[in-house]
């Protein structure tokens, strides 16, 4: 259990350090200028459904964290 929370606590670190990186990512890419806007409007997609699906899995991951904890501290009441 205390080895779930420092992971959990190392991820939520993680986050925290470098949430900026997929904007300044965007940001590079719209600063260069030999690249196609088609092309710096596809990369930006892309990062942001990259963002997306990372919002996604967090949540997942803090849902599934939240009910396996609910389901332990109702087994072990009960005990």
Same mark, same amino acid.
């Given at each position: 259990? !205390? ?23 965007? !940001? ?30 967090? !949540? ?20």
């Amino acid at each position: 259990m !205390a080895d779930a929370k420092t992971q959990l606590e190392s991820i939520r670190k993680w986050v925290v350090e470098h949430k900026l990186r997929t904007v300044g990512s965007i !940001a590079y890419n719209w600063s260069r200028p030999n690249m196609k806007t088609s092309v710096k409007i596809i990369h930006a997609r892309l990062h942001a459904q990259a963002l997306t699906l990372a919002a996604l899995a967090g !949540a997942a991951v803090v849902e599934y964290y939240d009910h396996k904890t609910e389901a332990n501290a109702i087994r072990n009441s009960g005990q």
